[in-house]
């Protein structure tokens, strides 16, 4: 039985018309039938159900599809990965990360890659850390930058790159706007402007503030790092964020934390145990060696 058999068999299976089938495949209708006959012949049962004109895939076709769909797909694989072994540099791959790195990270990396990998295509996906795990475990994308997130599904392998401070920020007119540094704990009487629950960064901080003994007396929850940013400089409280592109536009005075050390780390994230494509696999090293290197 040959490959090409068994796409004849999974359009006629979509389709459940010959015709239709015969010229989606550009073959002639006979041809088709015939091929259709030699694997029901090879494998000793019928798969479709003829009625006059019209045929209808049997238990046994919807039991043999099955197979067929790994099959194909397994030979896909395997001729994309070989076409990328011989023609290094070619392919697609579906990178996301997190929103904070969309900001300057992201563009600055994606403005390199021409140079080292002219031929290689993204499709880019900004997202939560949650969404972005989500898109990891449902196979959609391939890569992710994001904090190190973890699947009750599958492994997620991660791969740390860098680490980022976060900064204590103010008002400008607060009473600790002249401070450079600050215990986290002396925030305590303070309210606090927070990431939304569901975001990483919001876990992060909620643990940092948990370890200085503080209990944040939250008063809005922003969906991105600017609207905290923007609230804390219209003086409704204070936060704990990364140093993010353009703070310094807002009304706030950003200070370093010296107890507890502050920050969060930023790595590259797949699923363990799911292919991997050749373009996805060299971006990934790509990326440990921008980065660590």
């Excluded at 392998?157 to 704990?185: C, G, M």
């Excluded at 704990?240 to 703070?247: E, N």
């Amino acid at each position: 039985m040959e490959i090409q058999q068994l796409e004849y068999f999974k359009v006629v299976a979509e389709l459940q018309h010959m015709t239709n089938a015969a010229e989606r495949l550009n073959i002639s209708q006979p041809a088709l039938s015939k091929s259709i006959s030699n694997i029901e012949q090879e494998i000793g049962v019928p798969l479709f159900d003829r009625q006059g004109r019209s045929i209808y895939l049997n238990r046994y076709g919807k039991l043999f599809l099955e197979s067929v769909n790994i099959i194909l797909d397994e030979f896909d694989k395997a001729k994309e990965e070989i076409s990328g072994l011989v023609r290094p540099g070619f392919g697609e791959v579906s990178f996301g990360f997190i929103h904070t790195l969309g900001m300057s990270v992201v563009p600055e990396l994606m403005a390199h890659i021409p140079i080292k990998y002219p031929n290689m295509k993204f499709t880019l996906t900004q997202s939560s850390s949650y969404n972005l795990l989500k898109g990891l475990e449902e196979g959609n994308i391939d890569l992710c930058l994001s904090q190190k997130i973890q699947s009750k599904i599958m492994d997620i392998q991660w791969v740390e790159l860098w680490s980022e401070e976060l900064f204590v920020i103010v008002p400008t007119n607060h009473k600790f706007a002249n401070r450079d540094t600050i215990r986290l704990e002396e925030i305590r009487d303070e309210q606090f402007i927070s990431i939304k629950r569901g975001n990483a960064l919001r876990q992060i901080v909620d643990r940092f503030l948990e370890q200085a003994g503080v209990t944040a007396n939250t008063t809005f929850a922003g969906e991105e790092m600017h609207t905290v940013a923007g609230f804390v400089g219209a003086g409704l409280g204070v936060s704990l964020i990364p140093d993010i592109k353009g703070l310094n536009e807002y009304n706030v005075k950003k200070i370093r934390v010296t107890e507890p050390i502050c920050e969060r780390k930023i790595g590259i994230s797949w699923a363990g145990g799911r292919y991997l494509s050749p373009a996805a696999t060299q971006f990934k090293n790509y990326l440990v060696e921008y980065y660590k290197g």
